[in-house]
């Protein structure tokens, strides 16, 4: 799981940039990383790129980095307010789910269903087989007689 980088760590500057700072820092990072001037791979500078370009884009716009700064503080609110249990992360606010488990689809639950519709079907039919071949419905396990 990939752990999510601030756009402020991202571009090395404080929360509190100004935009002056913001386009020094992208100006910088940018020569740095751009696929053409860098000598790390391709790859890895087109990524590393794209997101500085990102967080730039994002943190230059006010009206974006109003919502942006928003959820930031949803997140660090929302991470004191958690408690784990059982290898789950539930939110304590709303108790949604955040770890691995997810509700059943329709398709699983009709599976469920079908599953033991068949078990018990089969149960029932094994019993009554054993009714009519004279078979004991009452016996002793082997491992308790001695």
């Known amino acids: 799981m990939k752990r999510e980088i601030s756009y402020y760590k991202i571009l090395g500057v404080d929360e509190n940039a100004s935009n002056h700072e913001l386009r020094k820092a992208f100006c910088k ?27 730039y884009e994002t943190l230059n716009n006010s009206n974006l980095r109003e919502l942006y700064d928003n959820k930031l503080r949803e997140k660090s609110r929302s991470k004191h ?56 419905l009452d016996t002793i396990p082997i491992w308790l007689v001695k």
């Open 29 to 55: 990072l940018s020569i740095e990383l751009h696929p053409d001037t860098t000598s790390l791979e391709m790859d890895d500078a087109k990524s590393k790129f794209q997101d500085v370009l990102e967080a």
């Open 81 to 136: 307010n958690t408690k784990v249990l059982n290898n789950l992360i539930i939110d304590s606010n709303n108790q949604n789910l955040v770890g691995n488990r997810r509700p059943f689809s329709n398709g699983e639950l009709f599976s469920l269903f079908l599953l033991f519709i068949i078990i018990s079907i089969s149960l029932i039919c094994s019993i009554f087989i054993a009714s009519f071949t004279g078979k004991e």
